[in-house]
């Protein structure tokens, strides 16, 4: 049973616009969710976190929202930029709830493409 | 400061041999986990150490074990090879445990069983 789904397995946006990747989780344990960032060759890095005490976090072109009564969080790049082509996992813990036992939880990743 | 280590990075082995993986983490991190990922599963957590126990273990069969030494460095070994086994193996560090504070991952050790 996938615990976090990432519906799209690849997404395509033009160069300046606003990429938007989605994230479902079912597990009412997860309180912290993560992005991480992958390139070929490479492993992930981390990108930006939430908790489940916020909806929204901020950090230069990349906005992570948390809607916890629909379990779905949302990943916003503006403007998106040709670097930004990468796979982007979304993870999830319960770091406070102590449901993170298992690790990190991860989705299976979507495939941003940043088209010139 | 050096990032997550591991070695090697492409091996090819046969159905029914065993392979050891190492980690090394970054400096004064405690905390060493492992993920496999697959085409069709994305990253799946194999297992966490933390101060050389094992915290705790993800959903894989015992042919799949791993150590942590006490300069915080990692193996994983897979015994008894099966061709699914062929993957990207991810190992990632963190100061505390990895559900409580943000993973560092190394480049992978890709291994192909034929």
């Known amino acids: 049973d996938q615990q976090v789904k990432q519906n799209s397995p690849s997404l395509s946006v033009q160069e300046g616009r606003i990429s938007i990747l989605n994230c479902d989780y079912t597990n009412s344990m997860f309180d912290y969710f993560l992005w991480y960032k992958k390139y070929p060759a490479e492993g992930p890095t981390f990108l930006i976190s939430i908790s489940s005490i916020k909806d929204k976090n901020e950090d230069g072109r990349f906005t992570v929202f948390l809607n916890k009564s629909a379990k779905h969080l949302s990943l916003h790049i503006v403007p998106s930029q040709p670097g930004d082509s990468a796979v982007y996992f979304c993870?999830?813990?319960?770091?406070?709830?102590?449901?993170?036992?298992?690790?990190?939880?991860f989705g299976k990743g979507t495939h941003l493409i940043i088209q010139p | 400061k050096a990032g997550v280590t591991q070695t090697p990075r492409y091996l090819i082995k046969t159905r029914g041999q065993q392979v050891t993986l190492s980690c090394s983490p970054i400096s004064g991190h405690r905390s060493v986990s492992w993920y496999q990922q697959t085409p069709g599963q994305g990253l799946q957590f194999l297992f966490e150490?933390?101060?050389?126990?094992?915290?705790n273990k993800g959903n894989f069969p015992g042919r799949f074990s791993g150590r942590q030494f006490s300069n915080s460095r990692s193996e994983m070994n897979v015994s008894t090879l099966e061709l699914g086994d062929s993957a990207l193996y991810l190992c990632?560090?963190?100061?505390?445990?990895?559900?409580?504070?943000?993973?560092?991952f190394g480049a992978g050790s890709r291994l192909t069983v034929l």
């Open positions: 150490y933390f101060s050389e126990t094992q915290r």
């Open positions: 993870a999830a813990t319960g770091m406070y709830s102590g449901g993170g036992a298992d690790g990190l939880t």
């Open positions: 990632a560090s963190s100061l505390g445990y990895s559900g409580a504070n943000v993973l560092t």
